[in-house]
């Protein structure tokens, strides 16, 4: 499972904090709701591509001695299942389907000059399909706003709370994706298992 890293900064000021375990270790399992806090258990690493980073970062995972799960802290600035950080999809999204911009001038604006269309064809697939959720979603924390389109209306609603903290709200609480969850995942983000199918004589 991932809870986010409450962590407020720069990328690079994240990687210097977090070989720390101390510093963010979950007090209680979100899991099987332990109260008790969780073990250290090592890091896995993800690409990331900021406005000027684009390398691996650490992403710290904790084990609960209880049920025996782990969970992993997935930094605030980062999406579950996607590369690219909410600064860089926010920055094209709002030049694409607010100001109006072409493809390749959205991805200019967010510095991403070689980004291939179809990364940009996919973010904004998946954002439309979402709109409707986001914005009932967000109505808890701004007032709904008047736009002509759902899309529209949700990119204000996120512009008027804040890319992150809409993110952290919508994540946390409602276990919710700024671009709506892959389809081999559950709605809350879970990895779909089914049982094999049993064939009968």
Known sequence: MQILHRFAGSIQGYLEQ????DLYRPDHCPLCQAQHPLIAWGFYSRSMVDLEF????????YLC???????SLLPEF???YLRFSISVISLFLVARLLEGRTLKAAAAAAYQPDMPYQRGQFWIRRFRAQA???C????ARTAAIAAATFVAKALHMLQAVGWIPAHRFLFTELRTHLLGWPGFL????I???LRPAVVQT
Do not use: Y
Request: glycine residues 2%; hydrophobic residues 55%; charged residues 25%.
């Open 136 to 139: 009932v979603a967000l109505v």
């Open 78 to 80: 980062a999406l579950p």
């Open 54 to 61: 684009d390398d691996f970062i650490r992403v710290r995972r």
């Open 191 to 193: 990895p779909v298992k």
């Open 18 to 21: 977090i070989p720390d375990p």
């Open 186 to 189: 559950a709605p809350a983000g």
């Open 65 to 71: 001695v209880f049920c025996r799960r782990t969970v």
């Open 132 to 134: 409707i959720a986001l």
